[in-house]
Nanobody, 120 residues
Framework: QVQLVESGGGSVQAGGSLRLSCARSRYTCMGWFRQAPGKEREGVARIYTGSGSTDYADSVKGRFTISRDNAENRVYLQMSSLKPEDTAMYYC?????????????????WGQGTQVTVSS
C-alpha cells in the first residue's frame, strides 16, 4: 500500500524558515502542494527522483528548495523567507511513471498534509 507521510510543519514568524519532509518509496517524481482555507490546492514544487530535476511555482522561486535523499527515501521542502501568504496545509504527492509538473492531476498518491502557519 502506498503511504506518504509528511512532517515538519509548524508555526513561524514572517522571515523565518521551516523544512518539510516526506517519507516515500521509489516514485518517479514527487511534489509539494499547498491549500489555504477557501482556496484551490496549488503546486509549489516538484522533483524527479532520478535526475533531481526541479520546478517551482513563481510565488516560491528563490525562497523554497525541493530536494531528495534517495538513500534515506525522503523528499524535503526547505522554505525560507516565509510570508504570511505561505500559510496553508502542505501536502506531499507522488507519481509512478510518466511525467509530472505542478498540476494536481499529475499525481496519483497523496499524503495527509502538515500545517504551516506564518505570522506577521
Amino acid at each position: 500500500q502506498v503511504q506518504l507521510v509528511e512532517s515538519g510543519g509548524g508555526s513561524v514568524q514572517a522571515g523565518g524558515s521551516l523544512r518539510l519532509s516526506c517519507a516515500r518509496s521509489r516514485y518517479t517524481c514527487m511534489g509539494w502542494f499547498r491549500q489555504a482555507p477557501g482556496k484551490e490546492r496549488e503546486g509549489v514544487a516538484r522533483i524527479y527522483t532520478g535526475s533531481g530535476s526541479t520546478d517551482y511555482a513563481d510565488s516560491v522561486k528563490g525562497r523554497f528548495t525541493i530536494s531528495r535523499d534517495n538513500a534515506e527515501n525522503r523528499v524535503y521542502l526547505q522554505m525560507s523567507s516565509l510570508k504570511p501568504e505561505d500559510t496553508a496545509m502542505y501536502y506531499c504527492a507522488a507519481r509512478i511513471g510518466g511525467t509530472c509538473g505542478l498540476r494536481k492531476s499529475d499525481y496519483n498518491y497523496w499524503g495527509q498534509g502538515t500545517q504551516v502557519t506564518v505570522s506577521s
